[in-house]
């Protein structure tokens, strides 16, 4: 060894050193190295597993704030078919096991199921509920692989109650759970590779000395160091991928097994927050994106003018009922390109910022328009109206629904993006009650008309549950040539328990505006079939009672079967009850009501044609539905006087009846003169003042009565 020069020495010393130290390193360096990656491997999987947990529990409480702002309108109103828009469009939604409506006493409003299996009923998870009640905070709780998150409905000091949201997370967690074996056996494949490029580099340490051991060391720990570095970026919700070039085939594979996660995570993300945001039928921004939107435009400090346009399908539900709910969808996506295609036309190029539309509900849309002060925004709700309503092509058919829309301009009428929806909303309403396929723009003198109209309709709703308040009033119906009463007319009267009698013309439009007519069309068939036949046992077989039908009734009810049931119940014959439709319903030429009438007839049930005269219907119409007779509309019997004796119309449609072998009613008669005259004209039958005004059924008995008696 003393003859050994220094070089050689050197080498020797050197070559032990490394010798030793690479035997040492590789001892050492391999324990921990598989103690580092367990740690590793269990930080990624621990900090994945609590990242992707936030991820999704953010994102679900994004869900419920979104859910819960779109659930007020209906559980405000009342709105059980909105609701049912609502809930069942997001049911949809991976890992959604259930979504809830619960009202302020804790109690479901609506479970998104058509039958609402579950209304009245406390929900399961009540104590979530009462604390979401009580302090009006977003709740969220974790249990068993799901996770229940509760949201106040509520807006400004209106609290309306909870919207609650159950998520199954066992998919989550089986996710986990796969990349925590995924990982680990990365770590033992990694771990066993390690070992052997130890044992390389330990052989070939004696030539190439600390350099390469340093190399070495600086090529595994550079990796491992930014993954590290990025999981400590995962804890705050930041996903970034590992972007450095690795030398090693494991620690590639490593980095690209994390990378891959993190891509996987944020892609999900990615969707999770599209979906949160947008319609999933349209791609459209939905409400809670849409408000943003106008609040932006809003506050870009540039006084801007802006029109809010709601608009809502006219009978929509018609089609989804007749069609099927594909053929639904379908007319929404031809809907939401026409309107795409109106704001977008070079007739509207001028406006002052980018359109933005918005599916808001089932048929519901919302369109903002930033406009300058020489553009007519009702220019743009025309071209709409008459986009809207041209035809669409459905194989052998073709569909068609119009639109209604409301109107609100700010500043004028809203001083924040919610206020000026609400208002643009509440136009629409006004819009469809005074007559659909039109726009009406917001005023303040609204809010009352609207806010009487809600209340009707929730009064009708909680009615439904005690059908006893609704009456039916008979008004008689007699021989013209006798003034013998031969039937009567039954009209419905709805008996308030606190405001008493409340109009018909407050409420009926109401119903029919909505499903409740059906509860209460089938209800005042059995009252009248029940009270038909107590009064054929008194005033004789040829006496009847006369029913009005809604064409939502014709449409929605099998009326069949309702009239066939209320018969046989009552031991009536068919001819103890008479329906009367209006005008209006022959313009739909519609093939089902067809056949409802021609089966009620068929039946033995007489069928009338009631208001003739004030339609548009022709005699091909007449001749086509085939009617028993045909009531003359008082504005006709009005005007029949001795200072004007223009009876032109009348004999007209008289002699129209008399060919077409239909009976006639008279309306209205007030005055001897007016009976005397359609005596002679030969009208068959009356019905007015003159005889009665509608009279409950004990007082129409008492009537008869005195009749009777004065008649000897």
Known sequence: MRQLGFKSHLIFATACVVTLVCALNFILYSA???????????????????????KVEDQAISLAKTLSNQAFNPLYHYNVSSALHLLQSNLSQPNIESIYIIDKEG?????????????????????LIRQV???????????????????????????????????????????????????????????????????????????????????????????????????????????SLVVDEVRYRELRQLVGAFNGMQKSVNDHNAR??????HDQLTGLPNRFRFIESVDKQMNSNNNQLIAILFIDLDDFKFINDNFGHHVGDEVIMQVCQRIEQVVSSQEFANVT???????????????????????????IADAILKAVIQPIDHQQSKLSCSASIGIACYPDFGSDAESLCRHAELAMFERKQKGKNAYTIYTHSMDKTIQERLYIERELRRAMDD?????????????????????????????????????????????????????????LIKLAAKQASIWVK?????????????????????????????????????NALHVEVTETLLMSDSAKIKAVLHNLRKMGIQVWLDDFGTGYSSLSYLQEYQFDGVKIDRSFIYTLSSENNNTSLIEAILSIASSMKMMSVAE????????????QLGCQYGQGYLISRPLPAAEFVEMQTQLAANSY
């Open 668 to 679: 209205g008669i007030e005055t001897d003169y007016q009976l005397a005259r359609l005596k």
């Open 272 to 277: 999770i927050e599209h979906m949160a945001f």
């Open 538 to 574: 008194q005033y004789g077989e040829e006496f009847y009672i006369a029913l009005n039908l809604s064409p939502r009734q014709l449409y929605r009810q099998n009326l069949v079967e309702i009239f066939a049931t209320s018969l046989e119940q009552n031991q009536l014959h068919a």
């Open 467 to 523: 059908l006893s308040q609704f009456e039916l009033w008979y008004q008689p119906k007699f021989d013209v040539a006798t003034s013998r009463i031969i039937g009567a007319e039954a009209l419905v009267r709805w008996n308030h328990p606190t405001q008493g009698y409340i109009r018909p013309d407050k409420f009926i439009p109401v119903a029919e505006s909505t499903d409740l007519i059906l509860t209460l069309g089938e209800h």
């Open 133 to 239: 009640l009580n302090t009006q905070k977003i709740v969220k709780e974790n249990q068993e692989n799901h996770l229940y998150v509760a949201a106040p409905i509520s807006e400004g000091d209106k609290h309306l109650g909870v919207l609650f949201i159950e998520m199954n997370t066992h998919k989550l967690t089986a996710e986990l759970k796969n990349n925590k074996q995924h990982l680990v056996a990365m770590g033992e494949l990694d771990s066993e590779r390690m070992r052997r490029w130890q044992l390389i580099f330990s052989a070939v340490g004696v030539i190439c000395g600390v350099a390469m051991a340093y190399s070495v060391g600086n090529s595994f720990a550079n990796p491992i160091s930014q993954i590290s570095s990025q999981l400590k970026q995962t804890k705050d919700g930041r996903f």
């Open 32 to 54: 921990a190295y598989e103690q580092q990656s367990d740690e590793i491997y269990e930080k990624i999987a621990l900090s994945v597993e609590q990242s992707l947990e936030k």
């Open 353 to 379: 910022a980018p359109c933005v539309l918005s599916r808001v509900g089932g048929d519901e849309f919302m369109l903002m328009v930033p406009y300058s002060a020489e553009m007519r925004v009702s220019a």
């Open 107 to 127: 109690l479901i409003f609506h479970d998104g199921t058509n039958d609402i299996v579950s209304f009245g009923e406390p929900h399961a998870k009540s104590d």
